[in-house]
């Protein structure tokens, strides 16, 4: 996990917007690259604020002695909620999209005779979290009461686009009017929220009229491809997460040997096989059978026969160079001749936020500064 990266690319999206705040998204562990050691570093580089979605994340971060503002979106609001009382009291931004939501959040506020900093969601079409438009009055309306009680201050509005992915999309611009509409809505009713965010990555890279008072950058800043057809090395952005693993075994087979389970592969000549120590218990995609991903020994090589749970073979070719002890390049940054994370995604029909969420617990985190 190259730390330099992640800032590099945290000063690339500071530079391509002019809102005042930007948000780095750190949930599911960072996407797989390590909750504090990439918050620190997205701080240090000049992004103001943390995202996460779970409570629990947000906990891990102030426990951590990490003092940035910080706004967690996804929680079951219960009057018991231990983690609730502990995210409102570590001054943890909580996000609401209704008023039971609400009414919790305000009450464990005033049990603790603190005031809950929340940022009030409106769905605006992906029907995820959120206030649907025709809900949104009872809300603002309910946390302008709360507000008058001094149990909360709404310091945000925002959304998630449903099309986020997709910037081009007209139901974007639709759903940013609707945006506009119902924080106004929100000013008529008395709130006075400093924070209206919007902006994903790939509209952080291609629709600066949505950044509003901050973004919420993920994908971008770990150097991932945000969109279809946006190469992250069109706007500068590098990859931080390389996968790597020693070569374990090199043997030689025949020609019309059956490799791994069900003799999926056969080889067609006499092969050197490379073992792999990784496997779907791993986070590497069954899916990437027979792919050319790995690099080895200066080439890319193609995953043959199934995917083990602890273990793949490669294919090293009928003859090769390649040694016991030698590091293979699963992905990482295209720029080192690797294949990146995107480049699993698309071999196994998906994208690489899969293939980097995936990436299991179980494998070391290393840290580094460059490549
Ligand atoms: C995950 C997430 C983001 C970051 O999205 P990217 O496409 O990875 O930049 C932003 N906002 C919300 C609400 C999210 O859930």
Known sequence: MDLDAIGHNVGILRE???SAHLMAVVKGNAYGHGLLETARTALAAGADWLGT???????ALRRAGITAPILAW????????????????????????????????????????RTAFIHLELDSGLSRGGARRE???????????????????????????????????????????EFEEAVRE???????????????????????????DMVRAGLAMYGLSP????????????????VTAPVVLVKHVPAGTGVSYEH?????????????????????????????????????????????????????????SV?????ALLFGDPAAGAASADDWGAAINSHGDEVINRIAPRLQRVYTHGR
């Not at 979605?53 to 906990?59: F, G, I, K, P």
């Not at 949104?136 to 686009?161: I, M």
Request: net charge negative; charged share 15%; with cysteine.
């Open 16 to 18: 391509r917007t002019r």
């Open 53 to 59: 979605a779970q409570l629990s994340e947000a906990l």
């Open 135 to 177: 809900d949104w009055p009872a809300l603002v309306a309910a946390a302008r009461a709360a507000e008058l009680s001094g149990s909360v201050t709404v310091r945000g509005v925002w959304t998630h686009l449903a099309w986020a992915d997709v910037p081009a999309h007209p139901a974007n611009t639709a759903a940013v009017a």
């Open 186 to 212: 929100a000013f008529d009713a008395g709130l006075a929220p400093t924070l209206r965010h919007v902006a994903s990555s790939a509209n952080i890279l291609a629709r600066p009229e949505f950044h509003f």
């Open 74 to 113: 996804l929680y079951l609001a219960t009057t018991s909620g231990g983690a609730m009382a502990e995210a409102v009291g570590n001054d943890v931004d909580i996000s609401l999209g209704s008023p039971a939501q609400l009414e919790v959040v305000a009450g464990i506020a005033s049990g603790l005779g």
């Open 323 to 327: 040694r016991v002890g030698e590091t």
């Open 227 to 242: 969109a279809e057809h946006m190469d992250p090395a069109d706007y500068g952005l590098r990859p931080a997460l390389s």
């Open 264 to 320: 999926r592969a056969i080889t067609h000549e006499s092969r050197y096989l490379g073992l792999i120590p990784l496997g779907y218990a791993d986070g590497i995609p069954k899916g990437i059978s027979g792919s050319s991903v790995v690099m080895v020994g200066g080439q890319r090589v193609p995953v043959i026969g199934k995917v083990c749970m602890d273990q793949f073979m490669v294919d090293l070719g009928h003859e090769t």
